[in-house]
């Protein structure tokens, strides 16, 4: 018996490549485990809000795995349930038959999914940039670049971190069909841009945008054109359950109005102004604070993206730059710029700064070696930003911390008594982000709050609740508490307020002792709950009335 010792060696060498190829992308798999980590090691409960979701996906279980119409206790008249259903039902599967913990999972899985999400980006980028270095370079740069994490980390990102994958594998099966004109990736691409429009309608727009641009750039013909087509057709016809549901039940208007609130399709051109002229803008705002370590390090993360545009426009190369640009324009969302301001600080590192940084130290450091030198630089730098940021110890939101949770051990204890000892038809009015876990863990009404309210007929009902929302939860007084509830035109039975620090939109406030006096010498507030975090009044039932006059 002979064995064909050629054709084992080519094996070999193909695996050894394929190895070699795939070893660019572990310093950003690595990166970000190390990133994942540290917020777990952070965070005993997950960053931001993610209530409402749960609350979603609680309901559909309960609801005989139907669609339901609305989502009750956010609001006093609950809001639409509008949002696209995949990730809902798949988490309503999850609670319903395997009697998995939602709130458990809101803290360990969107982490999982956001690093797994690094591979299609990796494909994405080693195709867009032709080499496994440049690709595993933009790879690390998004993976220590802030919005990555904030967006999928936290709560929210149990649904945002799906769409992100989704949105990526999407973009790199479209780039491929444009690029070969092999028809075998049009079902592919098919399939992902449906999963991403199913999932979450911001990331859909994303990848939209993505496959016209590929279309234009690498398939400008009747075949490309005709491809990018079906897809969108296709994409169109297999969401009819979402978008169709929508419709029939509520109108067309529900649509246009969820897409014309947080800042709006088309919204993001102030976006990109700041990330040109104050690149430091890219992390949702950096502001003046004691924490001038970790501003200047965001400062310089985000001055080599701004640079690598001018870079690039400079040489004429504009289709990362026109990208971007569109992308940024349209959405006005950090997350997404950040995904091309990753490729374009590829390029602009190893095709710019690296020749030009090797040609004047040359005597000194070989190419190589300033190469070396430059890589472990943007380590050191990408991983001291990103442990900072994920554990909160880089100051946003005028002074407040980065990625904190809305809710602690103290308000969920609150909340727990709530649901053990309170009515289930009492209502309350939740002063701070706590508002938006309060449905979900107390199983009792909130009567006002933003979530979900941008799925309802007109954009003013989500305005009027977001200014709502923050007057009551930044009042000043007991009196300043009643006007403001008087003009809501509600009349919840307790109100819940944190004690300290706490936060309104992610931004920090602290609870000023006066306020609580205030309430606690009323005659109008009963207390009836305190811990070291949270006091919850009961209140008269004619209060609103009485100040009404």
């Given amino acids: 018996m002979e064995v064909d010792l050629s054709n084992s060696d080519g094996e070999c060498e193909d695996i050894n490549e394929w190895l070699l190829e795939y070893l660019w992308l572990t310093p950003a798999l690595f990166i970000s485990l190390l990133t994942y980590s540290s917020?777990?090691?952070?965070?005993?409960?997950?960053?931001?809000?993610?209530?409402?979701?749960?609350?979603?996906?609680?309901?559909?279980?309960?609801?005989?795995?139907?669609?339901?119409?609305?989502?009750?206790?956010?609001?006093?008249?609950?809001?639409?349930?509008?949002?696209?259903?995949?990730?809902?039902?798949?988490?309503?599967?999850?609670?319903?038959?395997?009697?998995?913990?939602?709130?458990?999972?809101?803290?360990?899985?969107?982490?999982?999914?956001?690093?797994?999400?690094?591979?299609?980006?990796?494909?994405?980028?080693?195709?867009?940039?032709?080499?496994?270095?440049?690709?595993?370079?933009?790879?690390?740069?998004?993976?220590?670049?802030?919005?990555?994490?904030?967006?999928?980390?936290?709560?929210?990102?149990?649904?945002?971190?799906?769409?992100?994958?989704?949105?990526?594998?999407?973009l790199y099966t479209a780039l491929r069909l444009c690029k070969t004109g092999s028809r075998r990736w049009i079902v592919p691409t098919i399939v992902w841009f449906t999963l991403t429009a199913l999932t979450h309608p911001e990331y859909a727009v994303f990848l939209a945008i993505g496959i016209s641009v590929f279309t234009v750039r690498y398939a400008p013909s009747v075949q490309g054109f005709t491809d990018a087509i079906l897809v969108g057709i296709c994409g169109v016809i297999l969401t009819v359950p979402w978008w169709g549901r929508i419709i029939s039940i509520y109108s067309l208007e529900n649509l246009v109005s969820a897409s014309s609130t947080h800042g709006g399709l088309g919204g993001g051109l102030g976006v990109i102004v700041d990330v040109v002229f104050t690149p430091q803008q890219l992390s949702a705002g950096i502001s003046p604070s004691p924490n001038l370590y970790g501003i200047v390090l965001l400062s310089l993360w985000y001055a080599i993206p701004a640079a690598g545009v001018v870079y690039l426009l400079a040489e004429r190369r504009l289709f990362l730059p026109s990208w971007l640009l569109l992308v940024g324009g349209t959405t006005g969302e950090t997350r997404f710029i950040a995904v091309i301001g990753s490729l374009v600080t590829a390029v602009f590192v190893l095709d710019g700064a690296v020749p030009w940084i090797a040609q004047r130290i040359e005597p000194v450091l070989s190419r190589q070696h300033t190469l070396t030198a430059i890589l472990l630089v943007l380590s050191l730098l990408g991983a001291n930003i990103m442990t900072l940021y994920v554990s909160g110890s880089v100051n946003e939101y005028e002074g407040s911390n980065s990625m904190p949770s809305f809710i602690d051990e103290q308000d969920y204890a609150a909340m727990q008594w709530v649901q053990r000892n309170i009515d289930s038809s009492a209502e309350f009015m939740v002063i701070g982000d706590a508002a938006e876990w309060f449905p979900y863990l107390a199983n009792r009404t909130n009567v006002v709050g933003p979530w979900g309210v941008e799925w309802e007929r007109s954009s003013v009902a989500y305005q009027w609740q977001h200014t709502a929302y923050q007057r009551i939860s930044t009042a000043k007084s007991a009196d300043d508490l009643d006007k403001n509830i008087a003009l809501t035109e509600t009349n919840p039975d307790y109100i819940y307020v944190p004690k300290g620090a706490y936060t309104v939109y992610g931004r920090k406030y602290k609870q000023q002792r006066a306020f609580i006096t205030g309430l606690n010498r009323s005659d109008e507030y009963r207390q009836v709950y305190q811990n070291q975090g949270v006091i919850i009044y009961e209140r008269k039932s004619d209060v609103s009335t009485s100040n009404n006059g």
Avoid: C
């Fill in 39 to 170: 917020y777990l090691a952070t965070h005993q409960f997950p960053a931001f809000g993610g209530g409402l979701f749960l609350s979603i996906s609680e309901q559909i279980a309960n609801n005989g795995y139907q669609f339901p119409r609305v989502v009750p206790q956010y609001t006093a008249n609950g809001v639409p349930f509008a949002y696209p259903p995949l990730i809902f039902y798949s988490l309503s599967a999850l609670h319903g038959i395997l009697g998995v913990d939602l709130f458990m999972l809101s803290r360990f899985l969107p982490g999982v999914i956001t690093i797994a999400s690094l591979v299609p980006f990796y494909l994405l980028s080693k195709s867009l940039l032709q080499t496994p270095k440049r690709a595993g370079l933009a790879s690390f740069i998004l993976a220590v670049t802030p919005a990555f994490v904030r967006w999928h980390f936290s709560a929210g990102g149990i649904v945002r971190a799906p769409a992100f994958f989704f949105s990526l594998a999407g």
